[in-house]
């Protein structure tokens, strides 16, 4: 079974700072999708940024981009400019593209930003 | 709809009554997913919907959760004789299907079980 971990329970950065999340992951599998959510006060899950594991290229969304190293299957997250909008919990989250379409998401970190 | 609706918001039950959860999906999305986000974990899949049927229930923690999903749209999640243990906010998300779909979730219904 996949695993996703999140070590930082919580992190914290200055506004207009950059911060970095860290995730790891436990697979058998070559081909699978990794995924960074983001869920504010409101609870509604937001996608932030997804990676599929044959691209060897990390994906950018903006301020928002990733550090992805397959062999050692890490997945982290890197926030540049911090904006307090940003302060929100960060799931990091595994999907299988065999068949299987759960997610399997870490327990999170929650990111707080200091003005 | 313009998003994923859930009702209720809030849901506040004494222990050993059943609650009913609703799941109302982004209109053409044929895959659907429920979760469970109980307090500082990360979220824990229940079950997945593919049209009407349900090929993976693996994460219904006991009999006492069931789901169903009628006419390939609206989802109700069923837990019977509450138990303190389910207090946990619980998360519908729906997609086009597809290993390559996004999936859009709704916002939840917080589950307080007394």
């Known amino acids: 079974a996949q695993t996703v971990t999140q070590s930082q329970p919580e992190m914290s950065v200055q506004e207009a700072e950059t911060v970095t999340l860290s995730c790891t992951y436990d697979t058998s599998e070559s081909d699978y999708y990794l995924f960074w959510y983001k869920q504010p006060p409101s609870r509604q899950m937001i996608l932030v940024i997804r990676q599929e594991a044959y691209k060897q290229q990390n994906a950018t969304e903006n301020r928002f981009s990733v550090n992805f190293q397959k062999a050692a299957k890490s997945f982290s997250l890197k926030i540049s400019d911090s904006q307090l909008g940003d302060a929100a919990m960060y799931f990091c989250?595994?999907?299988?593209?065999?068949?299987?379409?759960?997610?399997?998401f870490g327990t999170g970190t929650r990111l707080t930003i200091i003005p | 709809g313009a998003g994923v609706s859930q009702s209720p918001s809030n849901k506040v039950t004494e222990k050993g009554k059943d609650v009913e959860l609703r799941c109302d999906p982004i209109?053409?999305?044929?895959?659907l997913y429920w979760y469970r986000q109980s307090l500082g974990q990360g979220l824990e899949f229940l079950i997945y919907?593919?049209?009407?049927?349900?090929?993976?229930k693996s994460g219904l923690p006991s009999d006492r959760f069931s789901a169903e999903r009628t006419g390939g749209s609206v989802s109700t999640l069923t837990i019977q004789r509450t138990q303190q243990e389910d207090s946990a906010v619980y998360l519908c998300a729906s997609s086009l299907g597809g290993f390559d779909e996004k999936l859009f979730f709704g916002s939840g219904t917080q589950l307080s079980v007394l």
């Open positions: 989250a595994y999907r299988s593209a065999r068949g299987n379409e759960k997610l399997t």
């Open positions: 919907f593919q049209g009407n049927s349900a090929p993976d």
């Open positions: 209109s053409g999305h044929t895959a």
